[in-house]
């Protein structure tokens, strides 16, 4: 049984790689860029000013405002399924070690990885991808998926 246990936990580590790989190649990200011209250290200025950024559309917030609410759902029916049952724990084992530190923890590294998925997202878009929205849809269904079974009293 134990086998078994350890095979899906093995399969949903794989399938996350394979997306996150497929975000990343999907983003270009790998990709070089061409070399930047030298200058000297006494010219360097840092701008950390947003005016200069491409203004996101309404649809990129609204994602990022679904996005975000699906999370907090995620997260809260995470800790309230826990908080209800002694003996369950948390089934993805990347979000375990989080969920066990706390809510803090929690919100912190799902907040985090979300910035990520909107920020390729918002680059994507700037770039006049076509699909530039796909990745947060991906990344709302699972973890709206990961509420409703939490809602629903799911079992390993």
């Known amino acids: 049984m134990r086998t078994v246990a350890v095979m899906k936990h093995l399969r949903l580590a794989l399938t996350i790689l394979v ?11 790998w990709a070089q ?8 250290p006494r010219h360097i200025t840092i701008d950390l000013a947003l005016s200069h950024r491409p203004e996101s559309s309404r649809s990129w917030w609204l994602m990022y405002g679904v996005l975000t609410l699906a999370t907090v759902a995620d997260v809260e029916s ?7 049952c002694a003996t369950c724990r ?19 590294f799902t907040f985090g ?5 909107m920020e390729l997202a ?31 009293g799911g079992t390993d």
Do not use: Q
């Open 19 to 29: 997306v996150t790989g497929a975000m990343l190649v999907r983003c270009n990200l």
């Open 33 to 40: 860029e061409a070399p930047l011209p030298k200058v000297e």
């Open 78 to 84: 995470t800790f309230h399924g826990l908080d209800r």
């Open 90 to 108: 948390e089934g993805n084992p990347i979000m375990r070690p989080f969920v066990e530190r706390g809510r803090g923890a929690t919100y912190a």
């Open 113 to 117: 990885l979300n910035a990520l998925t």
């Open 122 to 152: 918002r680059r994507a878009r700037n770039r006049h991808e076509r699909h530039w929205y796909v990745d947060p849809m991906i990344s709302t269904g699972v973890h709206a998926g990961g509420a409703a079974w939490n809602v629903s």
